[in-house]
């Protein structure tokens, strides 16, 4: 079946500007999660839907982040006012809370740049 | 808290020869971990998992890592290094009782370089 999906591949935008990334999680798949990749940096992340419950967005890094997931499927990762330090690669990931499944399926990311 | 420390941001070794990627890990709890791989402009791909069964865990493309909880260790290997084998590799470390929700905690990633 299809996999996770993010629009767009990739994304340059001036400082100072908002933007939206957009996730598609596998179908079924009730938990989302959203990591920024940077150089040296590895995997961090940012924030997590389960279901119906309230996100843990404790690893946001400032309040110009937020995100929603509208419906338990498609999730949106808003930046306002971006500064060159957001530029990074932010990935998308989604997975079953079936028990005993604890894999999380990434998507390709979406590269910003902030200019 | 969980941690993981993956030892040497890039690895270098000739075609044919072991591949060792090493990670140590942090955890408060019996641990869940992982390896993920990422080849260029892609997201990340499971490898393999550890999850309280067998302490030596068998990936895909001939990759397998051991737990060894003395060590508090959970090393990647493969015992013949092919081109395709170039990629960035993660370890990463879960709490499974945060909730029922998987909070993973990923390393900063070892770049391997395979030289023909």
């Known amino acids: 079946g299809a996999g996770v999906s993010q629009s767009p591949s990739n994304k340059v935008t001036e400082k100072g500007k908002d933007v939206e990334l957009r996730c598609d999680p596998i179908s079924g798949h009730t938990a989302l999660y959203w990591y920024r990749q940077s150089l040296g940096q590895g995997l961090e992340f940012l924030i997590y839907?389960?279901?119906?419950?309230?996100?843990?967005k404790s690893g946001l890094p400032s309040d110009r982040f937020s995100a929603e997931r509208t419906g338990g499927s498609v999730s949106t990762l808003t930046i306002q006012r971006t500064q060159q330090e957001d530029s990074a690669v932010y990935l998308c990931?989604?997975?079953?809370?079936?028990?005993?499944?604890?894999?999380?399926?990434f998507g390709p990311g979406t590269r910003l740049t902030v200019t | 808290a969980q941690s993981v420390t993956q030892l040497g941001s890039h690895v270098s070794v000739s075609e044919g020869a072991l591949v060792l990627l090493r990670c140590n890990y942090s955890?408060?709890?019996?641990?869940?971990l992982f390896w993920y791989v990422q080849y260029p402009n892609q997201g990340l791909q499971l490898l393999l998992k550890?999850?309280?069964?067998?302490?030596l865990v068998k990936g895909i493309n001939g990759f397998e890592a051991e737990f060894k909880k003395s060590e508090t260790s959970f090393h990647l290997t493969k015992p013949s290094a092919h081109m395709s084998d170039a990629a960035e590799y993660f370890c990463?470390?879960?709490?499974?009782?945060?909730?029922?929700?998987?909070?993973?905690?990923f390393g900063i990633g070892t770049k391997l370089q395979v030289i023909p």
């Open positions: 839907f389960q279901g119906n419950s309230a996100p843990d």
């Open positions: 990931a989604s997975s079953s809370r079936d028990r005993g499944n604890y894999e999380q399926y």
């Open positions: 550890y999850t309280s069964a067998a302490t």
């Open positions: 955890s408060s709890v019996p641990p869940y």
């Open positions: 990463a470390v879960s709490d499974a009782y945060s909730g029922g929700y998987q909070k993973v905690t």
